[in-house]
Structures are given as structure tokens and as C-alpha cells.
């Protein structure tokens, strides 16, 4: 019996064991999830050997914080005896645009120039951009530290933003991991 001509033909399967078929959605991209080490490839920059534990992303904050804290505390002692000896709004403005503009250097200014602060340094970490592994922008650094800066203010938001990497999947990103469209730590 022959087949019209008129109705495509149909490949030949080899013999042998059957096959499992490959799951693909269309396009060619796989359901589920990458591997937890994964990162794009990028022509000229070296592939990031994975994301960085928990451990080491929360010792980096922390030495963060105390190398920021001390830094604007020990150069701002002069305004603070400014305040102290009757400076009024003058001192305290100059107060507070040294605490943001230290607050920018030490945390959006390094991340952009070095992909990451001396703490993340220390603990071996560094802050990419997830879909290329490239170094962030400063504005996108900026944003970055200045959500951590609002979520560590605010009640439910502070205790949520560093939490969220326990559970969020595959990239482990905090939110203002998030906010900043999407970057990864990575060791």
C-alpha cells in the first residue's frame, strides 16, 4: 500500500531504545530553571564562577556599613563641632549633603568603578548586571544602595529586603537586588 503524495512523509525513527523527548518551550529555551551558578556569557569579560552565599553577602553589608560609618563619622567631626558651637542651618546642611555624598562614594561610586566596596572585597563578592555579567551603571548603582537605604528605614520593607535572597529562585537577588533591574552578587 503507498501513501499519496499529497501527505508529507514522516522521518524514520532508528531502532533501539526509545528516546526521551527533549521538553522545549518554543524558540528553543528549556522550561524550568538554570543551573544556580549560571550567568550569561559575554564576548570579552570573564564568566563570574557563580553567586555568592548568603554568608558572604551579609559579612559584606555589615563591613560595609562599619567602613561607611566610620569614614563619614571621623570626616565629619569638624561640622559636628560647627553644630555644636552654634552653626544653625548652615552646619546641619552641610551635615547632611556630606552624609549622602560620602553614602554615594562609598557604596554607588565603588560598585561602579570596581564592581564592588571594600567589604564585598574582603568577603569576595562583587555586584554585576544579571543578564550581561558586565559592571553596573552608576545611576543603576545609585538606585541600587538608595532602595537598601529606603527598605532599612522602613519597618516591614527593612526586615523583607534582605530576607527576600533566602528564598527568591534561581538568582537569589534581595529587592533592591530587584530595583535595580535585576543584578546579581556573584562571587
Not at 503507498?2 to 524558540?27: E, L, M, T
Not at 551558578?37 to 559579612?59: D, K, Y
Not at 561610586?109 to 558586565?134: D, M, N, W, Y
Amino acid at each position: 500500500m503507498s501513501i499519496p503524495s499529497q501527505y508529507p512523509q514522516y522521518p524514520q525513527y532508528p531502532a533501539g531504545p526509545p528516546v526521551a523527548p527533549q521538553f522545549q518551550q518554543p524558540y528553543g529555551q528549556r522550561y524550568g530553571y538554570p543551573a544556580p551558578g549560571w550567568m550569561p556569557a559575554v564576548p570579552g569579560h570573564a564568566m563570574p564562577s557563580g553567586l555568592a552565599n548568603l554568608g558572604a553577602r551579609l559579612g559584606a553589608r555589615v563591613l560595609d556599613v562599619i567602613f561607611w560609618y566610620i569614614a563619614y563619622f571621623v570626616t565629619a567631626i569638624p561640622v559636628m563641632m560647627w553644630i555644636d558651637a552654634d552653626g544653625g542651618a548652615p552646619a546641619v546642611t552641610v551635615l547632611i549633603v556630606w552624609l549622602v555624598t560620602s553614602f554615594v562614594l562609598y557604596f554607588a561610586f565603588s560598585v561602579r568603578k570596581f564592581g564592588s566596596t571594600l567589604g564585598k572585597r574582603i568577603c569576595g563578592v562583587r555586584i554585576v548586571r544579571r543578564e550581561t555579567a558586565q559592571p553596573l551603571g552608576f545611576w543603576r548603582a545609585v538606585g541600587r544602595e538608595a532602595f537598601w537605604l529606603l527598605a532599612a528605614v522602613l519597618p516591614v520593607l527593612g526586615l523583607l529586603n534582605p530576607q527576600w535572597c533566602c528564598w527568591d529562585k534561581p538568582y537569589k537577588q534581595c529587592l533592591h537586588d530587584k530595583v535595580a533591574d535585576s543584578t546579581a552578587v556573584v562571587r
